[in-house]
T-cell receptor, first 110, second 115 residues
Framework: QKEVEQNSGPLSVPEGAIASLNCTYSDRGSQSFFWYRQYSGKSPELIMFIYSNGDKEDGRFTAQLNKASQYVSLLIRDSQPSDSATYLCAVSNAGNMLTFGGGTRLMVKP | EPEVTQTPSHQVTQMGQEVILRCVPISNHLYFYWYRQILGQKVEFLVSFYNNEISEKSEIFDDQFSVERPDGSNFTLKIRSTKLEDSAMYFC?????????????FGPGTRLTVL
């Protein structure tokens, strides 16, 4: 059974701070890792993806992947109240299906 | 920017009735997916579809479910005899390719309520 685990939160950070979101996965054959943002009642919105070990930066977002530790993280710099949402980690093993974690609820307080 | 669209946004049905959820994937995408999310739970994979056939399906996707691409633009999910536990948000997604570089884009979802 492929599992993707996230702390459900809520993770509360002040405006302007760095938010750090973490995800672990069980399937060592996983090759692709995605972070989606989901506002309440809305669909998942892709933030970024990462395939290789190390860091990948896109604007205020940095994804970090450590395949040896089976660990993915997302850093959000200069957090804004509009970043308040649930962040979903999703994993694929080069097949078709994405396996999602339960999500971490982020609250950015003004 | 191209996007996945879904209709209807909300569908209410009686238990035992058939429902068809419709999706228009991004026009140059070749791979199509259905996911569902029961309120308060994880997003769960149902099925993937490529070249007019199912390429992968989950245990949830039993004989009550079917998918079809009836024309060049639409992609549908049919639930033959709905149950109370089918109440969920159903998301369609599409991607240009598959393999480790695939990126799936989600539609806005259809909220299905089974009474």
């Amino acid at each position: 059974q492929k599992e993707v685990e996230q702390n459900s939160g809520p993770l509360s950070v002040p405006e302007g701070a760095i938010a750090s979101l973490n995800c672990t996965y069980s399937d060592r054959g996983s090759q692709s890792f995605f972070w989606y943002r989901q506002y309440s009642g809305k669909s998942p919105e892709l933030i970024m993806f990462i395939y290789s070990n190390g860091d990948k930066e896109d604007g205020r977002f940095t994804a970090q992947l450590n395949k040896a530790s089976q660990y993915v993280s997302l850093l959000i710099r200069d957090s804004q109240p509009s970043d308040s949402a649930t962040y979903l980690c999703a994993v694929s093993n080069a097949g078709n299906m994405l396996t999602f974690g339960g999500g971490t609820r982020l609250m950015v307080k003004p | 920017e191209p996007e996945v669209t879904q209709t209807p946004s909300h569908q209410v049905t009686q238990m035992g009735q058939e429902v068809i959820l419709r999706c228009v994937p991004i026009s140059n995408h070749l791979y199509f997916y259905w996911y569902r999310q029961i309120l308060g739970q994880k997003v769960e994979f149902l099925v993937s579809f490529y070249n007019n056939e199912i390429s992968e399906k989950s245990e949830i996707f039993d004989d009550q479910f079917s998918v079809e691409r009836p024309d060049g633009s639409n992609f549908t999910l049919k639930i033959r005899s709905t149950k109370l536990e089918d109440s969920a948000m159903y998301f369609c997604a599409s991607s240009m390719e598959t393999g480790y570089t695939d990126t799936q884009y989600f539609g806005p979802g259809t909220r299905l309520t089974v009474l």
